[in-house]
């Protein structure tokens, strides 16, 4: 397992995103804190929920579900981008078999926990953008669990930026291979909306913006074809609230670690988020590609 895998690459001359450092400001704020927030496989990231779940039950079975939409029991390779806490790498090479398993994340603090907690040879995790990194050999399968939201600004060309994303796990990807994407995405809500007004924006996730579906699919095109496609958000409503339910429940061993302002940020955090969810202001895709090898139009697309 390694810290970092830049020293082998050379940085794309144009970043798009957030930043490391905004990352870090949301995500670095402490493994203590946030670890009041999740479920003990540390996922924080929309869970899929059936009748009867605990938030523990219903993370795991999120994380199932992604290996099985990539075919990715038994694969040689699989690459998570934008890794977390290191639960799916943990949960491909102990329950499905996975040969190695790489992570990609620009949280140190994520980084930390992964090394500390899952000191494992099949699992290497590098603190590096999905724009700079170069495999040393191409992957079976990709999983990607709420990290695309932070993949372009509101001021940068999206469209633009996601079609380098889709680009890039092109060249990640074996021939035949599949990416499995989950990500928040705008629903009802207004193109000309500026969403860096809202709260969200400004105080908790800086220099990120959601996506639209007809924005992921049109990067996508004549590079992955859409196999399957849900719509989940009445579980991102579940989790909203499971988080916000733990912290609650761990408020007062939260404000030994970070001050009342954090708190209470991530409170309104987990409230107007469940909120919007539950309306469709803003929704949970899942999206299955397949990567596409054959038949290409032209040496472009669009």
Request: proline share 2%.
């Amino acid at each position: 397992m390694e810290k970092t895998h830049a020293d082998n690459n050379t940085a794309s001359t144009e970043q798009y995103g957030a930043s490391h450092e905004s990352i870090q400001y949301h995500y670095d704020i402490g493994n203590e804190f946030l670890s009041l927030v999740q479920e003990d496989g540390r996922n924080y990231s929309c869970a899929m929920w059936k009748d009867g779940d605990t938030h523990e039950t219903a993370q795991i079975r999120k994380l199932d579900y992604h290996v099985e939409q990539i075919r990715g029991t038994n694969a040689k390779r699989i690459l998570d981008i934008g890794c977390g806490w290191g639960g799916l790498l943990h949960r491909l090479t102990s329950e499905h078999n996975v040969q190695k398993a790489v992570g990609l994340t620009l949280s140190k603090e994520q980084i930390k926990f992964i090394q500390q907690n899952y000191g494992n040879p099949k699992i290497d995790v590098y603190l590096e953008n999905w724009q700079d990194y170069v495999p040393e050999e191409r992957f079976d399968g990709i999983i990607s669990l709420g990290a695309f939201e932070h993949f372009a600004k509101i001021e940068e060309d999206k469209v633009e930026a996601y079609q380098k994303f889709f680009e890039k796990c092109h060249s990640f990807l074996k021939p035949g291979g599949r990416l499995s994407l989950q990500t928040m995405g705008y629903g009802d809500v207004p193109r000309e909306r500026k969403h860096k007004d809202l709260f969200i924006a400004k105080e908790v996730f800086p220099e990120s913006d959601l996506p639209r579906l007809a924005d992921i699919c049109y990067a996508s095109e004549m590079l992955f074809e859409v196999e399957y496609l849900r719509n989940d958000r009445l579980d991102y409503v579940k989790t909203m609230r499971a988080w916000f339910e733990n912290l609650r429940r761990n408020r007062d061993k939260a404000l030994k670690i970070v001050s009342q302002e954090v708190v209470e940020r991530y409170e309104r955090l987990y409230r107007t988020m469940s909120f919007s969810f539950d309306l469709g202001a803003f929704v949970l895709y899942r999206i299955t590609f397949k990567r596409i090898d054959q038949n290409r139009i032209g040496d472009g697309h669009h």
